[in-house]
């Protein structure tokens, strides 16, 4: 299975054979190729998979996405606290990362 990551363009370099950039994951900045993205510019949605910019998106559709897979993340921490705990120890709830509740 592939997966691709929406992430927001905040540097772009044209300085060597490939078209870079450094792609913002919600506060983690990852360098990524944006040769197969000519018209990306800063501040502009990407998915990128393997360290490709594959795709371009629009603003909300990607915020829309990290929204989902940090639900998915803040799922899977209650699965893994519930497990480790047990059911009579694990918390009612997780709080997303970040999150002050």
């Known amino acids: 299975m592939c997966l ?3 992430g927001k363009v905040v540097e772009i370099r044209d300085d060597g054979p490939l078209r870079m950039g450094k792609v913002d994951f919600g506060g983690v900045r990852k360098e990524a190729c944006l040769a197969y993205l000519p018209e990306v510019g800063l501040g502009d949605y990407v998915i990128v998979h393997v360290g490709f910019a594959i795709s371009q998106l629009d603003e909300d559709e990607a915020l829309k996405t990290l929204e989902l897979l940090r639900m998915i993340e803040a799922d899977a921490v209650e699965m893994e606290l ?11 709830t997780v709080a997303p990362r970040g999150s002050t509740a």
């Open 82 to 92: 519930g497990s480790m705990l047990g059911p009579d120890d694990a918390p009612a």
């Open 4 to 6: 691709g990551i929406p």
